[in-house]
């Protein structure tokens, strides 16, 4: 946990994994799948990818960024591409890689820490540009993988409490099940850190995804890059988790408090159905794992790999149930 793995091997190993779940994904529909919708398991591996890629600048745990990979490639949000033009999702799977000059450069550049700021900014609007230049160009060839005027709604926020419930194609931000104490773990590491800049660019990238159509570009589309942000900080949070001490005990319990209220939410929401949720499960089996390494944490015990199996092994089963769930609503 100590030791960074170098992207020479973690990198094609993430790839290695994503695609061989993108495969068993799409391995019952492929036989129905035009050529070009060949193309959809591929953009999901492309996506997850670069958020791997992306994950690695500041997270140590393999796992964790394998995770914050697969929330951007696979998870609701991604998804709701699969609804529309096979092309439609590959903007949004090459959002993470437009990151890559500006959280990378640094290795590069010998510059003092004013001027590596500076140019870090201005680099970090490429990925708007990208966006801009992508739409201007379907555009002039009258060709719209997205309707225009598609946005984010009040509703599809609903994906986040209930992942696995909200219509497929109405571009849902959720971020599986167990993954929000990730998500809330981050974020405290986010205001502790006072990354100003990066809240005033999530904020104005939301402001945008309801907002209207700007040049072309449908205003969800802007919201990948919030997506892609809460990708890198479930990967931090999970991360946090794990190497939770016995200070930190507050913030676990607050995850799990989180994952709780998020389950009760659940109960209450499918009560007309009469039928016991699996979101409402998933959140269930969260609140265990995280109370588990708690539990470690507050006995002052590191046992990192015994945390790391517990709490991994309740992501990635969210992650397949979830997943798998969105597919087969789709196809």
């Not at 309801?210 to 990708?231: E, R």
């Not at 659940?266 to 539990?295: C, D, E």
């Amino acid at each position: 946990m100590d030791k960074r793995p170098s992207l020479v091997v973690s990198f094609p190993a993430a790839v290695i994994i994503y695609s061989a779940f993108a495969i068993g994904l799409f391995f019952s529909y492929i036989p129905k799948f035009s050529n070009m919708q060949l193309l959809l398991p591929a953009q999901t591996v492309i996506a997850a990818a670069g958020a791997f890629v992306l994950c690695r600048r500041w997270v140590l745990s393999f796992f964790a960024s394998l995770a914050g990979g697969m929330v951007f490639g696979f998870g609701t949000f991604a998804c709701s591409f699969l609804c529309y033009h096979p092309l439609a999702g590959l903007v949004y799977a090459l959002v993470p890689w437009t990151f890559v000059p500006a959280v990378f450069f640094y290795h590069w550049a010998k510059l003092d820490e004013k001027n590596t700021a500076i140019l870090s900014g201005l680099l970090s609007l490429l990925p708007i540009l990208f966006i801009l230049c992508a739409y201007r160009f379907t555009s002039i060839n009258y060709f719209y993988p997205i309707p225009l005027g598609t946005s984010l709604s009040f509703k599809a926020l609903l994906g986040v409490i209930d992942p696995i419930r909200v219509k497929p194609d109405i571009f849902a931000p959720g971020f599986y099940h167990i993954c929000a104490a990730g998500l809330l773990m981050g974020l405290a590491v986010v205001v502790r850190t006072k990354r100003i800049w990066t809240i005033i660019f999530f904020v104005i990238m939301i402001f945008a995804a309801f907002y209207k159509p700007m040049l072309n570009v449908p205003p969800v589309m802007w919201a990948s890059i919030p997506v892609l942000f809460c990708s890198l900080i479930i990967a931090s949070g999970l991360e946090t988790i794990i190497l939770a001490g016995e200070a930190d005990g507050k913030w676990v319990i607050a995850s799990a408090g989180l994952l709780l209220l998020l389950s009760v939410c659940n109960i209450f929401i499918a009560q007309q159905t009469g039928r016991f949720p699996v979101s409402a499960g998933l959140y269930g089996i969260g609140v265990v794992a995280v109370m588990f390494v708690f539990f470690i944490a507050e006995a002052n015990l590191a046992w990192h790999p015994l945390r790391m199996f517990i709490l991994y092994s309740a992501v990635f089963l969210d992650i397949l149930i979830s997943t798998k769930h969105s597919i087969d609503m789709i196809f």
